[in-house]
């Protein structure tokens, strides 16, 4: 493979996952036939192009102008058909049964609220599921977007609950510790041993301190979220329009 | 709204308008509708926005595709108009021509204005 071909399956690979992020809130089945459309598109724009014309400069040129990957979304989807959260459009459901999910976990929450004896093992079970469901719903759409945000929301909401679960095994231990009155070196549980202030205070302030995190990384999540239909539509706005 | 938002605005409700006429005269690929595309100025169509544009107008069973080899290059994807596709045009032209003739007449005898 020649320089231009490599300089070209670049920029025609960066493109297209540039249109697929754009894309990444759209719900429409035809959208990966859109990024074929175009692929096979700017196989036949280059093809085209004299070998002598496959500058480096030319080739930005003919990608430039295939136009901004964020006007995709509304051609593709105009008001109403797009947007990954609510309504949820019946053909959206009816297309992607990972939808009925929702439902179930209502109808199970119905079901353990009328019978209180199931309520503890269901809801331990419900929420194993769920966390696992939010892993991989943010392992998906990063996946697609590649975007930042997600992976500080996959902190806050993944990977910090997996370590407040180890931590919270080892507060155990030393709660039991201080509860026999047997020392205990690790702050803060050390002041409850020394009697300084009580165990429950230490508990309140340990639990303060681990939502306090959860929320710096949520916050941090969100405002780092391309949030990619708006930026399209401030796009439009401002850019666009060569005549005019 | 700011001017370039409304042209915009405009120009997308147009292209659907325009890009199932192109098909009521005869079958295109792609790329060849974009260059017939491109030569209306005022659309100022980008190469690729076309395609998500044929992608709905094939969802909602207006348009349909077929991929073809071809002798020079990668294999094109030809679209033609559905029947019901050649219904709806005819209905949006009508409605354009209403809609243009009704602007025309609105823009030249403005309500409360001087004649």
């Known amino acids: 493979m020649n320089d231009e071909t490599t300089i070209w399956q670049k920029l025609k690979a960066g493109y297209l996952r540039r249109v697929e992020a754009a894309l990444a809130t759209v719900y429409h089945p035809r959208k990966q036939e859109v990024l074929d459309d175009l692929s096979r598109h700017l196989e036949l724009r280059f093809d085209e192009l004299d070998p002598q014309q496959r500058t480096a400069a030319r080739l930005e040129e003919l990608v430039e102008e295939m136009g901004a990957p964020e006007e995709y979304a509304d051609l593709l989807a105009p008001e109403g058909a797009r947007r990954t959260g609510w309504p949820i459009p019946w053909r959206t459901v009816y297309r992607n049964p990972r939808w009925l999910a929702l439902p179930a976990v209502i109808a199970l929450l119905v079901v353990t609220a ?116 708006e930026s399209g539509e401030r796009h439009l706005e401002g850019a666009q329009e060569p005549n005019a | 709204m700011g001017l370039s938002n409304w042209k915009t605005q405009l120009r997308k409700g147009l292209l659907d308008l325009c890009v199932l006429n192109f098909l009521a005269s005869g079958e295109y690929y792609g790329y060849d509708l974009v260059q017939e595309l491109k030569k209306i100025p005022a659309l100022s169509i980008r190469e690729g926005t076309v395609y998500p544009i044929l992608a709905r107008l094939e969802e909602d069973g207006l348009v349909i595709s077929e991929v073809r080899p071809s002798d020079a290059g990668p294999p094109r994807k030809y679209f033609n108009i559905t029947s019901e596709g050649r219904r709806a045009v005819q209905e949006m032209n009508e409605h354009w021509e209403r809609i243009e003739r009704a602007v025309k007449s609105f823009r030249a005898n403005p309500p409360g204005g001087k004649r």
């Open chain 1, 114 to 229: 009328a019978q209180p004896g199931l309520t503890l093992p269901v809801f331990r079970a419900l929420n194993v599921l769920l966390f696992m469901g939010v892993a991989l719903a943010l392992f998906i759409q990063y996946r697609r977007s590649r975007d930042n945000g997600l992976l500080w929301l996959a902190g806050a909401l993944v990977v910090w609950p997996l370590l407040l679960m180890a931590i919270g095994w080892q507060s155990r231990s030393l709660i039991d510790r201080v509860a026999a009155g047997q020392k205990v070196w690790l702050w803060p549980f050390c002041l409850a041993a020394r009697g300084e202030v009580s165990l429950g205070m230490v508990l309140v302030a340990v639990a303060y301190w681990q939502r306090f995190v959860t929320y710096v990384l949520l916050v941090v999540g969100i405002m780092k979220l391309k949030l990619s239909s």
